[in-house]
């Protein structure tokens, strides 16, 4: 037997209180004694619609947006979502973003790598 687990969060911070809402699809399980639900056969996540962090202003517009597309797809389409992380990379190298926001670029020109050194969380959802 299945059936659906839902599961809410909201911030207790009077100013935000926004929720995060999960829903899952799960098996039942009258014999285990400790959960009387499997872990999820599938899970979503309906609130927020992304994880991602909000950027600084001195990025463009254009790179904020696809940063945002990445991070909404990052659990439907994983490769898309690492597809476009190296692209937005290189873009903000290029683009002239302050000096030490994102890592160094390496000799070979490896922005996915300067990426992932990035300062303040920039690429990641």
């Known amino acids: 037997m299945t059936g ?12 935000c209180r926004k929720m995060t809402l999960w829903a899952g ?6 014999t285990n004694p400790i959960s009387y639900f499997n872990p999820p056969l599938q899970k979503w ?3 927020p619609d992304s994880f991602a962090k909000p950027q600084p202003n001195y990025i463009k517009n254009v790179l904020r947006e696809d940063y945002f597309e990445a991070c909404k ?3 439907l389409s994983p490769k898309a979502s690492a597809t476009l ?7 903000l190298i290029r683009n002239g973003v302050p000096r030490g926001a994102v890592g160094r670029v390496s000799d070979d020109g490896d922005a ?8 303040g969380d920039l690429l990641r959802c």
Do not use: Q
């Open 4 to 15: 659906l687990l839902t599961e809410a969060i909201a911030c207790l911070n009077p100013d």
């Open 25 to 30: 699809l799960h098996s039942r399980d009258n």
């Open 45 to 47: 996540t309906l609130l």
């Open 73 to 75: 797809v990052r659990d």
């Open 85 to 91: 992380k190296p692209l937005l990379a290189a873009a």
């Open 112 to 119: 996915n790598r300067a990426a992932d050194r990035a300062r």
